[in-house]
């Protein structure tokens, strides 16, 4: 599926009629198309609806789900709550994606008053892993400053050479330019609309007929009072005459799609316009200003007039004012006007790229990138499904209570705290926890002596008598992991105050590795801006050997395709390829030989050193053969030295947000928590459990 995000070069270039131009050039190819416009922007005089789904609704019968309300993005922005906005987004994307070849995105529109619609258009086409077209009008600009703009907008999605960036859209090309002519002159300020990397994908010429407002619409935007309606909902504006000359040098004004405006006691002209439409003159109509109420002796003479058609309304402002009121007018198409807007889409359709975007994207996309705020939607989005009994023995702990009470509230899993019920509710209320119904809560004390016998037979080979099980259980994360040994829950979350050690060494001893696997290792998901990355081991296995480190790469590869992540494995080292020796290249080298061997169908390459890995324009210089180079979505490091070091460095140098460690190779879920975790971290830690533990299962 192509995901095409529409981003204004600029404001007034009519976006909305591009995107439904768009829609109907693409249906008319033979695709399934919908649309989404992720934040809402009424105009003032809107209610209800955001009306660009409207019109995508009247005039293309799509279905679009509803828009973020733009108070409620301003509030997130102000609160930094950017990544939560995104996570709306992607889940209100996906509510329209299903069953479709092509989705149409909207992007923000620039205003005077929002400094921050580029940024969060660049944003949301990254979440969404969107294509990207521009769309441009010139409005007042020179060649140049158009041709400049196009590019500083180009450059927030990756620039104009970004293979993701398909083009421009020109909207609005005044025909005294002439449209080949105006591309030819344009593209000496901009050579790249030249090639076949940004593609012009659309030259739209300005159509008056299509931007009139219908004279109803002119009389509510200037909250005007009506005086005779006429054919108001009809007739259009196509030009605006101020009248205050006589009337013989007026005659020749009086035109089919002419607003006249004058002065209310003019009554000469108010009877040459009645005159003009008697004749058969479709005027837009007849606006009365300055306060001055028409005679009604003159108003009833132009009763003939009046009972035709001819609109009549009156407003209070002055000439000056008005004239000025009426030239600032917003002139997009109003969300009842499905006439206009679908005379609009179909015109526009015309003067579109047809073969290209046939060719493009009838032909699926190929291999999407997973984007942080989707990884989190979908990691949520399935969990929820999963719904999934996780215990959490820290119970006692704050951050755990909260991140509990939220996965509860949210239906992400149910959470079982290993605590006195009294103490979790006084913290709770020191801390301003609402604990959801639902949440549960067990005193360790009360239920321990159900685990005594069960914890004697599985070590008995081990001389453990029922003193020294009951000993031990009076840890809770041993108490949680034989829970979870007796599949009275789904999975268990520790660490918040335990070292890893604490939370592995019960489960290697109860639950026991995966079939298949001999070791447990971790991997944390990377969620940098624009994809997510694996990394692995970076939390259990010192030293492995070169048989544990590719099962190492094996599990990691295993929990991408569980978590959606494509994957491409590189096994890191100091050296790429041949280029290097030494124990430590070797085993890497080694740990390579032996991952394919296990798993033929798996890309995977390696030594690689980072930068050939993850850098396209390395990779391709230094194993330019290789099937990762370049772009590896899982990382697997020689030892925990390099892995810890590596992550933590990325994760606090570039601002990544980093899920886990989620450990692998166990039969069923356990996973480690850092100690400094935040609440957000324990929640999604959470939720991977969940996960986890559903696809287990199936299994």
Do not use: W
């Not at 293979?163 to 300020?189: Q, Y």
């Not at 005027?283 to 009763?303: Q, T, Y």
């Amino acid at each position: 599926m192509h995901t095409l995000f529409l981003a204004p070069a600029g404001s007034g270039g009519g976006l909305n009629s591009v995107s439904l131009g768009l829609i109907r050039a693409l249906e008319n190819a033979g695709l399934a198309v919908g649309f989404f416009k992720p934040i809402a922007q009424p105009f003032p005089s809107d209610q209800g609806l955001e009306r660009s789904c409207i019109l995508a609704e009247r005039t293309l019968k799509q279905t679009p789900p509803a828009p973020i309300p733009l108070e409620q993005v301003e509030r997130q922005l102000a609160s930094d709550e950017l990544d939560l906005l995104l996570e709306d987004v992607v889940s209100r994307y996906q509510q329209v994606a299903s069953g479709k070849d092509v989705v149409i995105v909207e992007g923000m529109v620039p205003t005077r008053t929002s400094d921050y619609t580029a940024r969060v258009n660049s944003r949301i086409a990254k979440s969404l892993d969107a294509e990207v077209i521009l769309v441009a009008a010139q409005g007042s600009d020179t060649l140049k400053q158009l041709a400049e703009r196009i590019e500083i907008q180009a450059r927030l999605f990756g620039g104009i050479q970004a293979p993701h960036v398909l083009g421009v859209i020109l909207n609005k090309v005044k025909s005294e330019d002439g449209g080949p002519a105006f591309v030819e002159r344009l593209k000496a300020h901009l050579p790249a609309l030249g090639g076949n990397d940004f593609q012009l994908l659309g030259s739209i010429p300005f159509e008056q007929d299509l931007n009139a407002l219908r004279t109803l619409d002119v009389a509510q935007l200037l909250d005007a009072e009506v005086i005779n309606s006429g054919e108001a909902e009809q007739r259009r504006v196509n030009k605006i005459v101020l009248c205050a000359r006589t009337v013989p040098n007026t005659v020749q004004l009086l035109q089919p799609g002419v607003l006249v405006v004058t002065p209310g006691d003019r009554d000469d002209i108010i009877l040459a316009a009645s005159l003009a439409s008697l004749n058969g003159v479709k005027l837009a109509g007849l606006l009365l200003c300055s306060d001055f109420d028409p005679d009604p002796r003159i108003i009833e003479l132009c009763k003939a007039a009046l009972d035709g058609g001819l609109p009549v309304f009156s407003v209070p402002t002055g000439s000056y004012d008005t004239a000025t009121n009426l030239f600032g007018l917003n002139k997009e198409t109003p969300s009842d006007d499905i006439e206009r807007a679908t005379r609009v889409t179909e015109y526009i359709a015309g003067h579109l790229q047809a073969e290209f975007l046939r060719d493009r994207f009838s032909v699926p996309r190929g291999e999407l990138r997973l984007s942080p705020p989707a990884f989190r939607y979908q990691l949520v989005k399935r969990a929820q499904e999963a719904n999934k009994r996780v215990v959490l023995p820290e119970g006692n702990e704050p951050r755990t209570i909260r991140a509990a009470a939220i996965c509860q509230q949210r239906g992400i899993a149910r959470c079982v705290l290993l605590a006195k019920p009294e103490e979790v509710r006084s913290i709770a209320t020191a801390q301003g926890i609402n604990l959801p119904e639902g949440l549960e809560i067990l005193d360790p004390e009360q239920i321990r002596q159900n685990y005594i016998a069960p914890l004697v037979e599985m070590r008995k080979s081990k001389g453990l008598t029922p003193e020294m099980a009951d000993e031990q259980l009076k840890d809770t994360v041993v108490l949680g992991t034989m829970m979870l040994a007796l599949d009275e829950v789904d999975g268990l979350v520790s660490g918040a105050v335990h070292t890893t050690a604490n939370t592995i060494r019960p489960a290697l001893q109860l639950i026991k590795t995966a079939p298949g696997y001999n070791l447990v290792s971790s991997v944390f998901f990377m969620l940098l801006p624009d994809q997510v990355l694996v990394y692995g081991d970076c939390a259990v296995n010192p030293n492995p050997s070169a048989t544990e480190l590719a099962e190492i790469a094996l599990q990691s590869a295993e929990s991408a395709v569980a978590l959606g992540v494509h994957p491409r494995v590189a096994m890191i080292s100091y050296s790429t390829g041949d280029s290097g020796s030494g124990a430590e290249v070797d085993k890497v080298r080694e740990a390579t030989r032996l991952a394919r061997e296990r798993s033929p169908g798996l890309p995977i390459d390696g030594p690689l050193q980072y930068d050939a890995a993850s850098v396209a324009s390395v990779g391709k210089q230094k194993a330019p053969n290789s099937l990762v180079a370049g772009q590896a979505t899982v990382f697997v490091f020689p030892d925990l030295n390099t892995g810890n070091t590596t992550y933590k460095a990325v994760q606090r140098s570039a601002n990544v947000i980093s899920v886990g460690p989620m450990l692998q190779g166990l039969r069923k879920p356990v996973n480690d928590l850092s100690r400094g975790a935040l609440v957000d971290d324990i929640v999604f830690t959470i939720a991977l459990t969940a996960l986890q533990a559903a696809n287990q299962k199936e299994d």
